[in-house]
């Protein structure tokens, strides 16, 4: 036998036995967006390299060492997308969307970053993001908080997800506050691990979210962002707060709370949860008022998050009902006899026509009534109709009951169509 391929490591297949929970996510997160008015847009998963390189910034994880990136047949450096914003941003400025104007955007799909695989993190995963442009804020971060804590509710999860926020202040007070943190982590260098002392000259915020224990023991006492933010930052995140408190929405300030892509500012925030090991962070976003200008695009405010639905499934598997996945058939046909074959198949067309959401499952394939109902009892329907040449003859049609101890019953066509509308 020929030697089988597999897919590539890290990018996965979503099979028929798992992908109905990610469809109740996905009619979940379109749902939620519409009821917030937020649009869709799609972009191309492949975008010039040097999009990403402007946006999420050089000196970052993804930039430095995640990309899939190639140069295509005319020698253009390309990158498989590996987040949605800086493309969003690209395409409205590309469109004429943003300039002088408000706009709420949603996207969702495939992102591709090259990191180690495991459990809640992949080379090919998919996020739902939400993006806002012209809103100065704090009302629209609100807002945005809100659609997450909505879904939450919505798949019982509230419990599971912890709401954390900082604020990054503007680009001033940062640089300013990056001095004073440079010169403390100068005094502990010697502890901080390798990635860590690398980046206390180039990105030496990321220090504050370096995973290492060892790291976070030595920086205990560093300055904290949040005690040097300008005073209209502080009075925008002091307002979200308020805000959040207000609608009910529990939350926790943290400091070291930084984000890895450049572009953030001001408010930023994540949902976490403690039930999926290292990969807790199921949603993440923040404002990035520079971006749209920074990508030649009209100065414009700017605030989105992204949610990995990978992580998503794993938390909702993990914690709900799996009836709600289900994807069984409602009914289920039999044809006995190849006689029965024709009229099988358009009694089935007909029960499609009057209800156009009932799953329909018509047998295909032959063999006897033992056979058929084997596949019925198998397939999760909760009722089999059963026709064969006595059914045909007489114009009524057998109903048999598959998860209720009911007598099988006899019904007309006519009947038969009304009985099936109590199913939807
Ligand atoms: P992490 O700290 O887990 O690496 P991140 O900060 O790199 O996350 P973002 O770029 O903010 O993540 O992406 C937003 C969300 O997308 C994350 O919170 C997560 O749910 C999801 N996500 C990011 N990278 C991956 C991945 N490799 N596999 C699966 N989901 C991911
Ligand atoms: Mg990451």
Redesign the pocket.
């Known amino acids: 036998m020929a030697k089988t391929i597999q897919a590539i490591r890290?990018m996965n297949d979503c099979l028929p036995n798992e992908v109905g929970a990610w469809q109740l996510v996905e009619r979940h997160l379109r749902e939620l967006a519409q009821s917030y008015q937020y649009h869709e847009i799609r972009t191309p998963v492949v975008e010039s390299t040097d999009l990403f390189k402007r946006s999420i910034g050089e000196v970052t994880?993804?930039v430095e060492k995640?990309m899939y990136t190639f140069d295509d047949r005319n020698g253009d450096s390309l990158s498989l997308r590996?987040?949605g914003t800086a493309c969003c941003v690209r395409a409205g400025n590309e469109h004429g969307l943003l300039y002088n104007q408000q706009q709420r955007l949603w996207y969702m799909g495939p992102?591709f970053?090259h990191?180690r695989?495991q459990k809640?993190?992949?080379?090919q995963?998919?996020?739902f993001?939400a993006e806002a442009y012209g809103f100065e804020g704090p009302d629209i971060d609100v807002e945005l908080i809100m659609m997450g804590a909505r879904l939450w509710k919505a798949f019982g999860i509230q419990d599971k997800v912890e709401l954390q926020i900082n604020s990054l202040g503007s680009g001033e007070a940062r640089a300013a506050y990056k001095e004073k943190l440079i010169a403390f982590l100068l005094t502990v260098e010697e502890q901080l691990d390798e990635d860590s002392k690398r980046r206390l000259h180039t990105n030496p915020l990321r220090v504050l979210?370096s995973k290492n224990p060892d790291t976070q023991r030595a920086i205990a006492d560093a300055p904290r962002l949040i005690d040097h933010l300008d005073e209209a930052s502080k009075i925008h995140f002091d307002k979200v707060c308020a805000q959040l408190t207000a609608l009910g929405v529990s939350f926790v300030v943290n400091p070291s709370l930084v984000?890895?892509?450049d572009y953030y500012n001001r408010t930023v925030f994540?949902?976490v949860t403690d039930m999926l090991g290292?990969?807790?962070?199921?949603?993440?976003?923040g404002r990035y008022d520079g971006l749209v200008e920074q990508l030649g695009g009209k100065a414009s405010p700017a605030i989105g998050?992204?949610?990995?639905?990978?992580?998503?499934v794993l938390l909702i598997e993990a914690t709900q009902d799996t009836q709600l996945l289900n994807t069984a058939p409602d009914v289920f046909i039999t044809a006995l006899g190849e006689i029965s074959q024709t009229p099988a198949m358009l009694l089935a067309e007909k029960v499609r026509d009057a209800h156009p959401s009932l799953r329909v499952l018509m047998h295909c394939g032959g063999g006897n009534m033992k056979k058929q109902m084997k596949k019925a009892g198998g397939s999760g329907a909760k009722l089999a109709i059963i026709i064969g040449e006595a059914e045909i003859e007489q114009k009524m049609y057998g109903v048999k009951y598959l998860q209720e101890d009911k007598p099988q019953q006899q019904f007309s066509e006519v009947d038969l169509i009304k009985l099936l509308s109590q199913m939807n």
Do not use: K, S, V
């Open positions: 890290g994880d993804i995640e590996p987040e992102m970053r990191e695989p809640g993190r992949y080379r995963f998919h996020q993001g979210d984000r890895g892509l994540e949902w290292a990969q807790g962070t199921i949603c993440a976003g998050f992204a949610m990995g639905i990978e992580r998503l």
